[in-house]
């Protein structure tokens, strides 16, 4: 795989926060995902995030599965620690991680295909557990990597571009998410950078289980069966002395709206999404009511954004297991393993 480099260079004016770093230490490589993705806004409101946070770019872990969502974490934050899992496997990894060095800053980026499908169970028991992390799930609905299809949050009634209906009653990953113990819980646009980073920067800051679901249009979704135009059909019918694919640019969509608001957003398939900001006096910190605020919303047909949930005393998975506050990555082998009368001592204790 052939990888982009940036320019080492930069211009001597160029901002840096307080501990002396520019945005270009917090960015990865060229990102090949399509022109217009919303997922690159997200890569950037992360970047922004952690620029604004004044962190250490070592000081973050950042995994991720398989999908389009799974390459971002190669276009941001170069310098930090990462690992890309297999398709719905990230949240194991990530736990692990966390048990053996509990002083990084996790974050899991993940996709509608890779969380909501096949890494479901994994999704719910990594929050449940309360593993500390920041995990942002880019949300568009259909799975992008393999040309379009419907993913397991697509709305029961939407349309592909060829026309055909989704049947099947969507997973809301926000409301799971509120129902199995997250202490952190929000949704935004990726287009809308304005709350996007303050709600990354607050979940960046929060100690526990945060969840961040983000609509994230995709804008080349055209390979489905019977079409002409799909991948599979070109190639099976197509005699070419090379292979060649193309994606016309498109603008990235944005959107800026007041608190307690409703805007609709015209997609690049020229479908409509109709988002709802919480009021800025909005109470997140009781679970029930942001359910039924959810719910209510959802049945006027509106996606609801922002901080929808926090639990400003909550713990994390160690709190909850009673670890030793030294990580266990640092820990040499006489303190991991204590020898046989020290495992009989304990063995003896819990008969």
Do not use: W
């Not at 719905?88 to 890779?114: C, E, F, H, Q």
């Not at 568009?140 to 709305?155: H, I, P, R």
């Not at 949930?309 to 303190?335: C, F, G, I, Q, W």
Request: glycine share 10%; net charge negative.
């Amino acid at each position: 795989m052939t990888y982009i480099t940036k320019p080492k260079l930069r211009h001597p004016g160029i901002p840096v926060n307080k501990l002396g770093f520019t945005h270009r230490d917090y960015e990865g490589t060229v990102s090949t995902l399509c022109a217009g993705c919303g997922h690159d806004s997200i890569s950037f409101a992360i970047i922004q995030a952690c620029f604004e946070l004044n962190i250490e770019p070592h000081r973050v872990a950042k995994l991720s599965g398989i999908g389009c969502s799974s390459k971002t974490p190669d276009y941001m934050l170069g310098q930090s620690h990462g690992f890309n899992s297999v398709h719905g496997r990230m949240p194991s990894v990530l736990t692990g991680a966390n048990l053996a060095n509990k002083d990084l800053l996790y974050m899991g980026i993940s996709g509608d295909g890779d969380s909501a499908s096949i890494g479901l169970g994994q999704f719910v028991h990594c929050v449940r557990r309360g593993v500390n992390m920041v995990y942002i799930t880019e949300n568009n609905g259909v799975y992008g990597l393999t040309k379009g299809q419907f993913s397991a949050t697509a709305d029961k009634g939407s349309k592909s571009k060829a026309g055909g209906s989704n049947m099947d009653s969507p997973l809301d990953l926000v409301s799971m998410a509120l129902l199995i113990g997250a202490t952190f819980v929000g949704r935004s646009f990726s287009g809308d950078k304005a709350q996007l980073v303050p709600l990354i920067m607050a979940a960046m800051s929060h100690k526990g289980p945060a969840f961040i679901d983000v609509v994230s249009p995709c804008v080349a979704f055209n390979n489905h069966a019977g079409s002409t135009k799909a991948y599979d059909f070109v190639r099976e019918h197509n005699e070419a002395v090379n292979r060649l694919d193309f994606m016309v640019d498109r603008e990235p969509i944005t959107v800026d709206y007041a608190p307690g608001t409703s805007e609709e957003v015209e997609l690049h398939d020229g479908s409509k999404l109709r988002l709802a900001k919480l009021h800025a006096d909005y109470d997140p910190h009781d679970r029930i009511k942001a359910m039924t605020y959810l719910q209510s919303h959802a049945a006027a047909g509106e996606l609801v954004t922002g901080l929808i949930y926090m639990d400003p005393a909550a713990s994390d998975m160690h709190a909850n297991l009673n670890t030793v506050d030294k990580p266990l990555n640092r820990m040499m082998e006489a303190e991991l393993c204590p020898g046989s009368a020290g495992l009989k001592s304990f063995n003896d204790a819990h008969r």
